[in-house]
């Protein structure tokens, strides 16, 4: 079953500490994507990977960093979380060029308190 | 401004019912998608398109790029149907396969 998974879920924080957002995928897909989303202002990209070591911000890269290690898997962290990091966040996967559509994890919805 | 605008932002139908959702370009777009989170926030791939048109049961959707725009057919409109359905476009000059979404269009059924 082609999925993408994220880890945890639900996440409460408080702020200043440390968090880190897990994903994984099972396709073989080269690149992975981040993106967080709030009320009223849709998807926005935090970061982009293309492969490997292979990583670009997109959007709204401040106050995250990414790692990619593994082909599939992709990590999203934020170092000492701020009150307005809170949102849901997803991963999510695709070929790179042609047929590159992507497929979505289910989100991990994060609060920092 | 947006590069991609999505109409209406809300809508509102009876069960069994025919609707279209539009997407707008303010510039050129070489592929489109449509995506349909549920009501439990699952975000689901849709449709996959370069100019033209697909159609899977009854969904039906077209991207013409030349006039920037896409737009998403609904046919006989059933609860499962219910969500908030975004388009998003790969725009040249913005990188590889990077999409930028719409605002989304929130759909209610009502039974």
């Known amino acids: 079953d082609m999925k993408v998974t994220q880890m945890p879920r639900y996440l409460i924080k408080r702020m200043g500490e440390n968090v880190l957002l897990e994903c994984g995928q099972d396709?073989?897909?080269?690149?992975m994507y981040w993106y967080r989303q709030d009320p009223g202002l849709g998807l926005q990209l935090i970061y982009i990977?293309?492969?490997?070591?292979?990583?670009s911000e997109g959007d709204i890269p401040k106050g995250y960093r990414v790692s990619r290690k593994k082909r599939e898997h992709f990590s999203l962290i934020l170092d000492s979380a701020k009150t307005n990091q809170t949102s849901v966040y997803f991963c999510?996967?695709?070929?790179?060029?042609?047929?590159?559509?992507?497929?979505f994890g289910s989100g991990t919805r994060l609060l920092v308190i | 401004g947006d590069k991609v605008k999505q109409s209406p932002s809300a809508l509102s139908l009876q069960e069994g019912t025919n609707s279209a959702l539009r997407c707008n370009f303010s510039?050129?777009?070489?592929?489109v998608q449509w995506f349909l989170q549920n009501p439990r926030g699952s975000l689901m791939n849709l449709f996959y398109?370069?100019?033209g048109t697909k159609e899977n049961g009854r969904l039906k959707s077209a991207f013409d790029s030349k006039e920037s725009y896409s737009t998403l057919h609904i046919r006989d409109a059933q609860l499962e149907d219910s969500g908030t359905y975004f388009c998003?476009?790969?725009?040249?000059?913005?990188?590889?396969?990077?999409?930028?979404f719409g605002k989304g269009t929130k759909f209610s059924l009502i039974p």
């Open positions: 990977s293309y492969d490997v070591d292979s990583n």
């Open positions: 510039i050129a777009a070489t592929t």
């Open positions: 998003a476009a790969e725009i040249p000059g913005t990188g590889s396969n990077r999409l930028t």
């Open positions: 396709m073989s897909h080269e690149t």
């Open positions: 999510a996967s695709s070929y790179r060029g042609r047929d590159s559509d992507y497929t």
């Open positions: 398109l370069v100019p």
